[in-house]
């Protein structure tokens, strides 16, 4: 009898998330695939020496948190602009008086199929300039539910047989929000109040559906790692391969990222501020809070053109 193959990679011995060996912060692993949560540092007072770091830790650990911080929507933008300019958010419009502020809001009386993010995804590669960096502060948050998942493209790369990286390599995929708006128009069907939960949308719809066409395996502008840019609920095509091709070879991508060995999941508490990097991770925020209230402060750095 033929001895049949697990349908995924289990990257025994693969894994490196160990926290370097900083000076002025310490970072202490979340999982073995990626993610850490900071200590010593409050954003309100960050200085050079602890900023670099916090950079370096982004980018090693794909995921960063930091408990415990009173920060206001002033402290989360100087925080984000340290990274970068701010980027470009397709979704919504900010908060008054800080247009580069998105508050992701879930009341305790509201139920509702669809949630900010509650899908896995890389944010907005829809864009020509995709987020670098997103950063999500926990303003008001349930006693249980509504965690945060993460999963690791860059160690899904690195996984995956020569020959199929060799396959992927000059591939480039078709990024569309196209299948989010039709989800948001199945649960709005007049088409005119569009909302996932209690949150306005400022959609420029154009944009969106048409999307961006990217590298299927991209390079870090900062660490030159190379990672799978590919996600269940962006992803449309690739580009010269009909449908029929095309969607085997996404699904397999997605489900190989997915597997739970490269994964992390992060539990928010009041006052937790979270950083990860677009450009090596994937991530999935949970509807599963029901009847308690969820309110998060949404900033997003600037990235450059993928290659």
């Not at 958010?89 to 879930?106: I, L, S």
């Not at 944009?207 to 992803?235: E, F, I, Q």
């Not at 999941?265 to 950083?275: D, Q, V």
């Amino acid at each position: 009898m033929a001895i049949l193959e697990a349908p995924h990679t289990q990257p025994s011995g693969r894994f490196d998330n160990r926290a370097a060996d900083y000076r002025h912060l310490q970072a202490l692993p979340l999982s073995s695939a990626m993610g850490a949560e900071i200590r010593g540092i409050d954003i309100r007072a960050i200085d050079d020496a602890q900023f670099a770091e916090l950079e370096h830790a982004l980018y090693r650990h794909k995921m960063v948190y930091l408990r415990d911080q009173q920060a206001r929507f002033e402290d989360q933008e100087k925080l984000t602009l340290r990274f970068g300019n701010f980027g470009v958010d397709a979704y919504t419009a900010g908060v008054e008086g800080h247009p580069n502020v998105q508050r992701v809001v879930k009341e305790a009386d509201e139920s509702s199929p669809m949630i900010f993010g509650g899908n896995w995804h890389t944010d907005s590669p829809f864009l020509e300039r995709p987020p670098a960096v997103s950063l999500l502060y926990g303003a008001e948050i349930p006693p249980y539910g509504g965690d945060t998942l993460y999963a690791n493209t860059e160690l899904a790369y690195q996984t995956l047989s020569p020959g199929m990286q060799e396959l992927l390599v000059g591939l480039k995929v078709h990024m569309s929000a196209r299948k989010v708006l039709a989800g948001l128009r199945r649960h709005t069907p007049d088409g005119m109040d569009v909302k996932v939960t209690s949150i306005d949308m400022d959609v420029e719809e154009r944009t969106l559906v048409d999307g961006a066409v990217h590298p299927l395996v991209r390079t870090h502008p900062k660490t030159a790692a190379k990672s799978l840019y590919v996600c269940p609920t962006y992803t449309v095509g690739i580009e010269g391969l009909r449908t029929e091709e095309a969607s085997p070879l996404v699904d397999f991508l997605c489900g190989h990222i997915l597997q739970p060995l490269y994964t992390c999941r992060l539990r928010w508490e009041p006052g937790t501020l979270a950083l990860w990097d677009n450009r090596a991770c994937m991530h999935h925020a949970s509807n599963d809070h029901d009847g308690y209230r969820r309110e998060m402060w949404r900033t997003i750095v600037e990235g450059e053109v993928p290659a």
